[in-house]
């Protein structure tokens, strides 16, 4: 009882000095993105390193991202739980009717385009914690008045051993500055390498995703060196696939209807488009424009893509198949691979490995939504999650804490024990059959018993 009421006390003062920051509770959390890393690439190329790494934590074999499967959506995604309708970042060029302004992803810090969520980043200071987003989209953004503690603006030039190496620094902290809890840090390949070569090319493909591995081990020896390994949590995943382009199957826009009907706002693979004059003939005219092109009006977008409440989606959008290119006319390929396609496709997929004292160890799933990935990070950080749409439960599993059936083998149990059962009765049934010979005592009472029946039945 004492015991009880002391370690309640012990709790309580560990929970309030964690309210004020002054407690290094639990420990800090590292997402990594390696942009455009489709799910298959761990099957066709060996990638040691991350292998190494998710051999002793757990691997999601593929993750169910958001439409449109595009950079900025997605990683705004994975920090906030939500899909693009909900967070707002619909597209790689936007523009927003209320205010008339225009979204390009090099041109992304008006703070107006990010307000409708709150990334981790940001909702994590209110827990006490320092954070930081190094070149993550979105980073510099001003978001509700707020930046990470620390974090850098865009800059391809920047080399990943240089981010990787301010993120262990303020991971670590020192006398002046505390340690940050919660640390996001982007890498642009093998995305780049993707849509040049397009995925489809080993030799380039193998070329890139060794770089890439090289950097997982570069990160795995640099969190040795410093002493981080072994007490941080670990995420590496991505935001997209990437699917196979050709000059073989381009959709020209123009061969359908002449651009001064419409307004576009983005291209391709979905197109976003305003018509000008009669949107009933403009949208008929799309609609019956390309075999490999289905045009929606705003209203008719399926629920199962959640991209449809928002102001920032046009009156018509056009989504290619996977592999098709739209262009307006004249246009050569612009690469030759590409992603944005329907987010169930397997080609658009990434994947999640994730390591630390907080994840079960060769632990592995077939699949899971990125959405899920939000409310995970808020439960090892105890950070409250703001209202999102993923599903703490579908990500428990992969955590040490939490005992989970795998299905399949509990599936198997329970089929071996019934077959087992069945053979001991079948047995029984043979033996208990053979034993009683001649005299079948059993056969004259079901006779008796059919004659007692029958007068009832009349
Ligand atoms: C937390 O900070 C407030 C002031 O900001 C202070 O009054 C309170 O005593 C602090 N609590 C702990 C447990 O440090
Ligand atoms: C960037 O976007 C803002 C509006 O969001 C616009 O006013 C400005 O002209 C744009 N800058 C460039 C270089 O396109
Ligand atoms: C944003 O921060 C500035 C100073 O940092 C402050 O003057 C301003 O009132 C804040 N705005 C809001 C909406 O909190
Ligand atoms: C941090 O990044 C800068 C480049 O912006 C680089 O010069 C510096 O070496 C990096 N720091 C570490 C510790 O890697
Ligand atoms: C694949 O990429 C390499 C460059 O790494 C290039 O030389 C080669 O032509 C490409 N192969 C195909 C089939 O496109
Ligand atoms: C996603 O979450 C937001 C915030 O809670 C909510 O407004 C929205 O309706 C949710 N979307 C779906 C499809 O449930
Ligand atoms: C359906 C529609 O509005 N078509 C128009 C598209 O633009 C051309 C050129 O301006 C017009 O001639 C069409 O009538
Ligand atoms: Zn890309």
Not at 75 to 85: C, F, K, N, R
Not at 284 to 311: F, G, Q, V
Not at 358 to 381: A, E, K, N, T, W
Request: charged content about 20%; proline content about 7%.
């Amino acid at each position: 009882m004492l015991l009880q009421i002391l370690l309640g006390f012990l709790c309580g003062m560990t929970a309030l000095a964690a309210e004020n920051g002054t407690a290094q509770q639990g420990p800090p959390l590292l997402l990594v993105s390696f942009d455009g890393f489709r799910a298959d690439y761990l099957r066709r190329f060996p990638m040691p390193n991350l292998k190494l790494l998710y051999s002793q934590g757990v691997l999601v074999e593929q993750l169910t991202n958001v439409f449109i499967t595009k950079t900025f959506p997605n990683h705004y995604s994975l920090v906030t739980g939500l899909y693009a309708e909900s967070h707002g970042i619909l597209a790689s060029n936007m523009y927003d009717p209320t205010s008339h302004k225009h979204f390009h992803v090099t041109n992304d810090t008006d703070p107006m385009w990010w307000n409708e969520a709150r990334p981790l980043w940001i909702t994590a200071l209110d827990s006490g914690y320092k954070t930081a987003a190094m070149m993550w989209p979105g980073s510099d953004v001003v978001i509700g008045n707020r930046t990470a503690t620390h974090f850098f603006p865009y800059n391809p030039s920047v080399t990943f051993q240089q981010r990787l190496g301010n993120v262990t620094n303020w991971i670590l902290g020192n006398e002046k500055e505390q340690g940050v809890m919660f640390a996001a840090l982007y890498w642009e390949e093998p995305d780049r390498s993707g849509h040049i070569f397009g995925p489809d090319n080993d030799t380039a493909m193998g070329k890139a995703l060794k770089e890439v591995d090289d950097n997982i081990g570069l990160l795995m020896s640099e969190l040795k060196r410093t002493g981080l390994w072994g007490r941080i949590n670990v995420l590496i995943t991505s935001d997209h696939g990437m699917a196979q382009c050709s000059a073989e199957r381009l959709i020209r826009l123009d061969d359908c209807l002449h651009p001064d009907n419409y307004t576009l706002v983005d291209l391709t693979p979905v197109a976003a488009l305003i018509p000008l004059k009669d949107a009933e003939a403009v949208f008929s005219l799309l609609n019956k424009c390309h075999p490999h092109m289905t045009a929606y009006l705003k209203k008719a977008i399926p629920d199962r893509l959640h991209y449809r409440n928002n102001e920032r989606i046009q009156p018509i959008i056009l989504i290619a198949d996977e592999g098709w290119t739209i262009v307006q006319r004249g246009d050569k390929l612009p690469r030759l691979g590409d992603h944005g396609y329907d987010n169930s496709l397997p080609s658009m997929h990434p994947f999640l490995a994730a390591m630390g004292p907080s994840f079960h160890r060769g632990y592995r799933i077939s699949s899971l939504q990125s959405v899920d990935i939000y409310p995970l990070m808020c439960h090892m950080l105890s950070v409250p999650p703001q209202p999102n749409n993923g599903t703490f439960n579908h990500a428990r599993c992969l955590l040490a804490a939490e005992t989970c059936w795998d299905v399949p083998l509990v599936v198997g149990l329970v089929v071996g024990v019934l077959l087992v059962l069945t053979t001991i009765t079948v047995l029984f049934r043979l033996f208990g059959h053979r034993r009683p010979s001649s005299p079948r005592p059993f056969q004259r009472l079901q006779v008796d018993d059919d004659d007692d029946d029958d007068p009832l039945l009349e």
